[in-house]
C-alpha cells in the first residue's frame, strides 16, 4: 500500500521567513496531493492540493511543488505570520473506478514566533 | 463556516457505557470517513462509506461500528466504551466523483474513564 513520509514533525520560523514542509510517497499511482491545515480544537481544513499533471501551484503565500519522478511535494508558506501556526498534514490520494484511497503524513506541527 | 457536524464536541463517559458519536453533513455527499486521531497528531482511517447501505472497515482495527441509512448522517457507535477508546474522532466526506478533498468535521473529543 501506498505510504506517506512527512518531515519535520516540528518546525519553529521567525515572523516573516518561510517555511517548507517536504513529503515524500511510494505508489506511482498517487495521482492527488492535498494539504490540510490543523488548527486547535478544530478539524483540519484543506489549504491547497495539486494533481499529477500539474508540477507547482501557487496561492497567495501558499505554494505546493510536485516532482513525480523522484516522488516528492512540498509545501512553501512565504511571509509567515503567527497564525499560520498549526499541524499541517499532506496527503497522497489514488482514485481507481469509485474508489479513493487517501494515506496522510504524520504531520508537522508549525509554529511562528512573532 | 462548518457543512460538516459532529456532536457532541468533548464527552467524558465512564467504562462500559454505550455511546455514538454523530455526524452530519449537509453538503450531498456520498462518501463520509472516521478518522481516529492519536495524540501524536496522526490521523487513522477506521471506516468509510461510500453511500447509503454502504460501510467498510479502515485501515486501523477498531471496535466501533457504523451505519449509513441517510446519506447526510454517518454516526459511530461504541457498544462497550473502554478507556483504551480515549480519543479525538473526526467526521469527514467528499464527493463520489475522482479524486477529490475530504472536508472535516471539528471532532468530538471522548474520555473514557
Known amino acids: 500500500g501506498e505510504n506517506v513520509e512527512q518531515h519535520p514533525s516540528t518546525l519553529s520560523v521567525q515572523e516573516g521567513d518561510s517555511a517548507v514542509i517536504k513529503c515524500t510517497y511510494s505508489d506511482s499511482a498517487s495521482n492527488y496531493f492535498p494539504w490540510y491545515k490543523q488548527e486547535l480544537g478544530k478539524g483540519p481544513q484543506l489549504i491547497i492540493d495539486i494533481r499529477s499533471n500539474v508540477g507547482e501551484k501557487k496561492d497567495q503565500r501558499i505554494a505546493v511543488t510536485l516532482n513525480k519522478t523522484a516522488k516528492h511535494f512540498s509545501l512553501h508558506i512565504t511571509e509567515t505570520q503567527p497564525e499560520d501556526s498549526a499541524v499541517y498534514f499532506c496527503?497522497?490520494?489514488?482514485?481507481?473506478?469509485?474508489?479513493?484511497?487517501?494515506?496522510f503524513g504524520i504531520g508537522t506541527k508549525l509554529q511562528v514566533i512573532p | 463556516e462548518a457543512d460538516i457536524y459532529q456532536t457532541p464536541r468533548y464527552l467524558v463517559i465512564g467504562t462500559g457505557k454505550k455511546i455514538t458519536l454523530e455526524c452530519s453533513q449537509t453538503?450531498?455527499?456520498?462518501?463520509m470517513y472516521w478518522y481516529q486521531q492519536d495524540p501524536g497528531m496522526e490521523l487513522h482511517l477506521i471506516h468509510y462509506?461510500?453511500?447509503?447501505?454502504?460501510?467498510e472497515k479502515g485501515d486501523l482495527s477498531s471496535e466501533s461500528t457504523v451505519s449509513r441509512i441517510r446519506t447526510e448522517h454517518f454516526p459511530l457507535t461504541l457498544e462497550s466504551a473502554r478507556p483504551s477508546h480515549t480519543s479525538q474522532y473526526l467526521c469527514?466526506?467528499?464527493?463520489?466523483?475522482?479524486?477529490?478533498?475530504?472536508?472535516f468535521g471539528n471532532g468530538t473529543r471522548l474520555t473514557v474513564t
Open positions: 453538503m450531498g455527499h456520498d462518501k
Open positions: 469527514a466526506s467528499s464527493y463520489a466523483g475522482g479524486n477529490s478533498p475530504l472536508h
Open positions: 462509506s461510500y453511500g447509503v447501505n454502504s460501510t
Open positions: 496527503a497522497a490520494s489514488i482514485q481507481s473506478g469509485g474508489y479513493q484511497k487517501v494515506t
